[in-house]
């Protein structure tokens, strides 16, 4: 018996807390069947990559059937959408066939289990309650966002069916070891390979039974007092908890992997004083460099090292409009030429330095007719004199910061008093924390401040220090003590920059922007008669998702 494996002798008792994907089995998809030149090939769930569900084209004949299939729950991937090809009437509410409706949550109403749903009217939320009696059919809707497999495996596979995936970013360059095609941007099918999640009465962690383990069990729940086994608990069941319930004690049944502290001070059998629950503050950085993969990390407001500005880079004049502040002027050299087909507006030449002053309206000529386009008034800075000129937005080029402040700041004052995203450096490291590794990056850029959910706790034999952990982002598991917590006053807060994986930073960016509109794009270059922006042709897409090209 080692780790979380178990011996099972005849006549032993375990009590079953769940069931879990552990692994994948994935085979390339063609017209949503199993290619017949397709090998099957075994995928880890922190295979990295990202991927998009593709929607499940078989109906579900009842909402009790998708209550017992699919995932439905508090958290952000709890949240399934369905449609019906048929009117529902209500109570108070017909849903149209084709309506996009979310299943929030599970309860009883009067006696009855039904699932609380929502749809979206004119930006307007209605919600009501869907009995599991209610028959008919249920079909996936379409979902856009992108997941992890490991994300995929706990949320967005139903019970007993497959699940289609198409593999939106790879995040890695491909090698020999990865059991996909070179290139592959394909389908894949997914079979779920399940474990058993059990605990025992004799120990204080969680065992794992392989679902084709040869075995026979007996079920008695009936006839067995459950109430001496453990009940584990992941640290979303403790957020979970009402506020007046902490301060508490717990042991941890199943620790985080990782060395970074204080996740190597967080081992199975360890007590813990959970002190609290709650939103905190975080500024998303990564590295900056030209080639990948970047580092990124999770910075709190209470890092006390200091900061120095870098440049920052700017491709378009747009986003020199975007950057521009009142605080400061902006000042920037052109590192791209740029020929203007206007006699009215600037041709740049690299080396170019410019002050940037406003965005304007100007008239250019243009096939013999006038035309006001957007662009941006700057002041080119010659030998002795300043010379007005004007760029145009849509004008695509090149540009790099010149930084006039050399002061020192703290990060609450680069939040406070800049628009993000923003370059620096550490200059002086944070000497609350053992090794700080933002001291060792050489340029950082701030990308955007989140907001995430935490518990702040300390070790319960030597509460010294306590620490914030992430809800979301650690995987472990911990049994409630009866014992109350003897320290209702935390102990001093350790600063903890938590460094993330790429996918975790994807998912980040994601949570973050996913109730955003995304930044207009850079005004196009005139044509003689502009298509409107309402009817996009399908051959113009690829202008809406890119700045356009210009000829230099």
């Not at 856009?144 to 790879?170: F, G, H, M």
């Not at 120990?203 to 453990?230: A, G, N, P, Q």
């Not at 030449?349 to 965005?359: K, R």
């Not at 013999?368 to 695509?396: F, H, N, W």
């Amino acid at each position: 018996m080692f780790g979380n494996e178990c011996c099972l002798s005849t006549g032993e008792v375990i009590k079953v807390i769940g069931f879990k994907i552990n692994k994948l089995i994935a085979s390339i998809c063609e017209n949503n069947e199993v290619s017949r030149f397709s090998a099957k090939v075994e995928l880890p769930l922190n295979f990295p990559g990202l991927y998009k569900v593709v929607a499940d084209k078989t109906p579900y004949v009842s909402v009790e059937e998708i209550t017992r299939k699919v995932s439905i729950g508090p958290t952000r991937f709890g949240h399934p959408c369905f449609y019906s090809p048929e009117d529902i009437k209500l109570a108070n509410i017909t849903i149209k066939h084709g309506e996009q409706i979310t299943f929030n949550s599970v309860e009883e109403v009067n006696g009855t289990m039904a699932v609380n749903c929502g749809v979206v009217r004119n930006n307007q939320s209605h919600s009501f309650t869907l009995p599991f009696s209610q028959e008919g059919k249920f079909y996936e809707c379409e979902d856009d966002q992108i997941y992890t497999l490991k994300e995929i495996a706990e949320w967005k596979i139903p019970k007993c069916r497959n699940r289609i995936v198409k593999l939106s970013n790879t995040l890695h360059t491909w090698d020999s070891s990865n059991p996909l095609p070179e290139n592959f941007d394909g389908c894949l099918i997914l079979t779920p390979v399940y474990e058993v999640q059990a605990v025992m009465k004799f120990r204080k962690d969680i065992v794992h039974i392989l679902s084709d383990l040869d075995v026979e069990v007996k079920d008695i729940t009936d006839c067995y007092d459950i109430s001496s086994f453990l009940q584990p608990l992941s640290l979303e069941d403790v957020f979970e908890r009402t506020s007046k319930e902490f301060p508490m004690v717990a042991e941890i049944m199943e620790g985080p992997s990782g060395s970074q502290k204080p996740y190597n001070l967080l081992y199975t059998g360890k007590e813990i004083v959970i002190y609290k629950k709650y939103q905190a503050t975080r500024v998303l950085a990564s590295e900056i460099r030209s080639d990948s993969p970047k580092r990124h990390f999770l910075i709190p407001v209470s890092y006390k090292g200091k900061f120095k500005r870098r440049p920052r880079e700017f491709p378009t004049a747009y986003d020199l409009e975007i950057a521009r502040s009142e605080k400061e002027q902006l000042h920037v050299v052109a590192t791209k030429a740029f020929d203007s087909s206007h006699k009215e507006l600037f041709s740049v030449s690299v080396g170019d330095q410019f002050l940037v002053q406003q965005c304007q309206t100007s008239e250019v000529l243009y096939e013999g007719r006038k035309k006001l386009i957007d662009v941006l008034a700057c002041e080119q800075i010659l030998s002795d004199t300043y010379k007005k000129v004007l760029l145009p937005m849509y004008m695509e080029g090149g540009f790099v910061e010149v930084i006039h402040d050399k002061k020192q700041y703290q990060l609450s004052e680069i939040c406070k008093e800049f628009r993000l995203p923003f370059n620096v450096k550490v200059s002086v490291r944070d000497l609350s924390i053992e090794e700080d590794v933002l001291a060792a990056v050489p340029g950082l850029q701030f990308e955007e401040e989140i907001t995430d959910s935490y518990l702040l706790i300390s070790s319960a034999s030597s509460p010294v220090e306590s620490w914030e952990i992430p809800v979301y982002r650690l995987n472990m598991s911990v049994h409630l003590l009866s014992k109350d917590g003897q320290t209702v006053v935390p102990p001093v807060t350790k600063t903890t920059v938590e460094e993330i994986s790429e996918e975790q930073y994807y998912m980040v960016r994601r949570y973050e922007n996913q109730t955003l509109h995304p930044p207009p794009r850079p005004p196009k270059k005139p044509t003689l008669a502009p298509k409107p922006v309402f009817a996009v042709p399908k051959q113009d897409v690829s202008d809406v998702l890119q700045a356009p090209k210009v000829r230099l």
